[in-house]
């Protein structure tokens, strides 16, 4: 099956309708726009109720296998998608536009993901039997029902399955809107997992968020959204739930700062693991570093040293292996990072331009961008207050580490936040006092939260947690049957 023609043909084999009739539209590479790497289907109202009633319709089969049948079958899954990630990891390259190493990764989180909570699986088959002298109560873990999951375009197969794995186990047939901007290596992965469960367990719709996604959203057979992506469609999202008093988990928006203390020893690996933390796939990860806070002390090395560091990198086709980092992965993005960067030149800021274009990146054809550093603007300045979701980053001085903090929480967001200085008792007892979900100390970058720690935003960045149980927990129900002999500690109204 080629690419071109696989949205369209996964979504009608995923959804168990025999095809439908939709326009197409084309996925860009952003590293040469001329370039259609494959299509995707815009699915109308019509195939999104037919879609979710298909959902609906497995949700009783899939909760009656059993938890341990569910994660036997997930960890099948798991083991066929092993093969093909790194045809998958070009074909993400190629849509998404991130480098190589970034796209297996990615890629290869879907296995990695299916077969963790199809081991989790095999412990939530046990209800908790509570006897008592009043009698007996059940108290029951079940599915919440069919679930949406809709998905970004930054880390697709990675944040898909992050949310996905455990609505599988937890019993729920899903149903995935992918994001328009990168729905192809997604689509691979969702047509292989389905292929291994029951018809009807894993569906496909693809289509944009306005169309497609607000449907979905707002269906009423649909019981739970787990959504990934900006504060702003977070609120329609809730909107659009309300109608049908319909569950929503959110994981939105950051604008992570890293505070680094007169205690930290700025050396090569401090340098690095930052640098690598606020480039990362072009600056666009909801919880890359997006500001830094120096102490006084530490500023000058600290600025001459990272910009050093930051004018190695090579900015390039994702799939050339010189590339530190690719293109941002569209226009509109492109944009708004332009536009963010003239407006701190215009509020007096100064960016520093660095690192070189890779020789073969077609410049004019791709939405590349060299990195920067952003000093000399206060904590007010545009930059500083928002997500720019790009390669850039400002660099702020503090005096003391009240101000630091005042600072940090200073923000709508509170996805995730770094402390760094040798003196670790020190730095997590500032942590303590900075408002985010998961606070770093000496790191700060994809994986250094994991399934062992809740990971979600608190304030703007989001509704709910995710990893392990906790989220089993955001697309379960509790259920207690109980039966009482004895009722009358409650009392009810006086009898004559
Ligand atoms: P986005 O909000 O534009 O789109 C996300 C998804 O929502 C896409 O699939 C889109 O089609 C869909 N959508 C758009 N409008 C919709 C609507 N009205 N109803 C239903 N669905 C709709 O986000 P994006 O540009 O794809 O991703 C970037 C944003 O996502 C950033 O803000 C980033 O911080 C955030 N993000 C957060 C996390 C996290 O874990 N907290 C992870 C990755 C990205």
């Known amino acids: 099956m080629s690419s071109s023609t696989l949205p369209l043909s996964t979504a009608a084999v995923l959804s168990g309708s025999a095809g439908f009739a939709a326009e197409l539209a084309p996925v860009l590479n952003p590293a040469r726009t001329s370039e259609v790497v494959g299509w995707y289907a815009q699915a109308s109202v019509e195939v999104v109720d037919d879609v979710v009633r298909a959902a609906a319709a497995a949700a009783p089969l899939w909760d009656a296998l059993g938890a341990l049948e569910r994660g036997r079958l997930m960890a099948a899954a798991a083991t066929a998608l092993e093969h093909g990630i790194d045809e998958r990891a070009e074909l993400l390259t190629r849509e998404q536009g991130k480098v190589l190493w970034e796209s297996r990764l990615d890629v290869g989180g879907a296995p990695r993901l299916l077969d963790y909570y ?84 894993v569906n496909v719709v693809p289509g944009t968020g306005p169309a497609a996604g607000a449907a979905l959203v707002g269906h009423p057979l649909v019981r739970k959204v787990l959504f990934t992506g900006g504060t702003q469609t977070g609120r329609s999202v809730l909107r659009g739930a309300a109608e049908n008093i319909t569950s929503v988990s959110l994981e939105l928006g950051g604008n992570d700062p890293a505070v680094i203390l007169e205690s930290a020893v700025v050396d090569d690996q401090l340098i690095r693991e930052i640098r690598r933390s606020v480039y990362t796939c072009t600056g666009q990860v909801c919880f890359n570093i997006k500001r830094l806070y120096v102490h006084r002390s530490r500023y000058d090395e600290f600025v001459e040293q990272f910009k050093s ?54 410049w004019n054809d791709g939405h590349f961008m060299l990195p920067s550093v952003i000093t000399g603007v206060g904590h007010e300045a545009s930059v500083v207050g928002c997500e720019q979701f790009g390669p850039t980053v400002p660099i702020l001085p503090f005096d003391d580490e009240d101000e630091a903090v005042r600072m940090a929480n200073d923000t709508e967001f509170g996805l995730a936040a770094s402390v760094w200085s040798s003196d670790i008792d020190h730095a997590l007892a500032l942590g303590r006092r900075i408002e985010a979900g998961s606070v770093f100390v000496n790191s700060h970058r994809v994986g250094s939260s994991d399934m062992t720690m809740p990971f979600g935003g608190m304030k703007r960045s989001g509704l709910g947690r995710n990893h392990g149980m906790w989220a089993i927990d955001e697309c379960s129900e509790l259920q207690a049957l109980s039966h009482r002999l004895d009722t009358a500690s409650f009392p009810g109204p006086p009898t004559h």
């Open 118 to 201: 199809a081991g989790l699986a095999a412990t939530l088959d046990t209800e908790e039997v509570v006897h008592d002298e009043r009698g007996t109560t059940v108290i029951r873990r079940v599915p919440i029902g069919p679930t949406v999951v809709i998905v970004p375009w930054n880390y697709p197969v990675y944040l898909c399955m992050m949310v996905l794995a455990p609505a599988l186990a937890a019993g729920n047939p899903v149903i995935v809107k992918p994001s328009e901007l990168a729905p192809l290596a997604l689509t691979e992965t969702l047509a292989i997992l389905a292929r291994h469960l029951p018809p009807g367990v």
């Open 309 to 362: 560091a930051v004018d190695e990198i090579v900015v390039g086709d994702g799939l050339h292996p010189e590339s530190t980092i690719g293109p941002l992965n569209n226009r509109r993005q492109w944009e708004s990072v332009t536009a963010l960067i003239a407006e701190t030149e215009r509020q007096g800021g100064t960016v520093d331009v660095l690192g070189r274009a890779h020789p073969e990146a077609r």
